[in-house]
């Protein structure tokens, strides 16, 4: 089975700290996905990546930035965490052609 | 740019109910299709992918459809069970060289036993 494991399940930031979320898959895929999850606003793409060292932004990419410096892990980087970003992060990974394997999700809050 | 629909937004049925599912999608240039369970506070699992050349995928109770000229994709739940309590959504990915998904909101079910 395929395994996308987030590094947290909970945690509680401060505002203006930087904030790192960590996401490893075992399957070898090339992409990599950030989502975030509001009431109301369903998902919203982050930043994705197709490849090591590659990086494209989504629909919501200000206030973050990723790195990839492996295959299997793709980070989400809070540079300095505000309020607005207390959300529920999501990773997933894909294989080409796509098909899409979640992690358990992270909640985040900022206080 | 792509939008996913999901009506309705909640679902409520009896125990042992078959129940159908819809998403609609605005732009029918779609690569695949794929069904997510989402538990409370948990990510998603995925149920069912189908790809644009299929019409239909089934595992077990589910059964999801796809008809890429109107726009449209059902997933089928027979014999619904409490556990089947979750909100689904079904997410598009749109053209071979893109890897992003576009999801819908979602239809939260309630199974009442």
């Known amino acids: 089975d395929v395994k996308v494991t987030q590094s947290s399940r909970y945690l509680v930031k401060r505002t203006g700290e930087k904030v790192f979320l960590e996401c490893v898959q075992d399957m070898d895929h090339e992409n990599m996905f950030w989502y975030r999850q509001d009431p109301g606003l369903g998902l919203r793409l982050i930043y994705f990546?197709?490849?090591?060292?590659?990086?494209e932004k989504g629909d919501i990419p200000e206030g973050y930035s990723v790195s990839r410096e492996k295959k299997e892990r793709f980070s989400l980087i809070l540079e300095s965490a505000s309020t607005n970003q207390t959300s529920m992060y999501l990773c997933?990974?894909?294989?080409?052609?796509?098909?899409?394997?979640f992690g358990q999700g992270t909640r985040l809050t900022v206080v | 740019k792509q939008e996913v629909t999901q009506i309705p937004a909640a679902l409520s049925v009896p125990e042992g109910e078959n129940l159908v599912l819809n998403c609609s999608f605005t732009d029918s240039a779609i690569y695949n299709l794929q069904w997510f369970r989402q538990d409370p506070g948990k990510g998603l699992t995925s149920l069912l992918l189908i790809q644009s050349s299929q019409r239909e995928q089934t595992s077990g109770r589910l059964n999801a459809s796809l008809d890429k000229s109107s726009g449209r994709s059902t997933l089928y739940i027979a014999a619904s069970q409490p556990g089947d309590s979750a909100t689904y959504l079904c997410?598009?990915?749109?053209?071979?060289?893109?890897?992003?998904?576009?999801f819908g909101k979602g239809t939260k079910l309630s199974v009442i036993p």
């Open positions: 990546s197709y490849d090591v060292k590659m990086k």
């Open positions: 997933a990974s894909s294989s080409t052609p796509p098909a899409a394997f």
């Open positions: 997410a598009v990915c749109s053209g071979a060289g893109s890897y992003q998904l576009t």
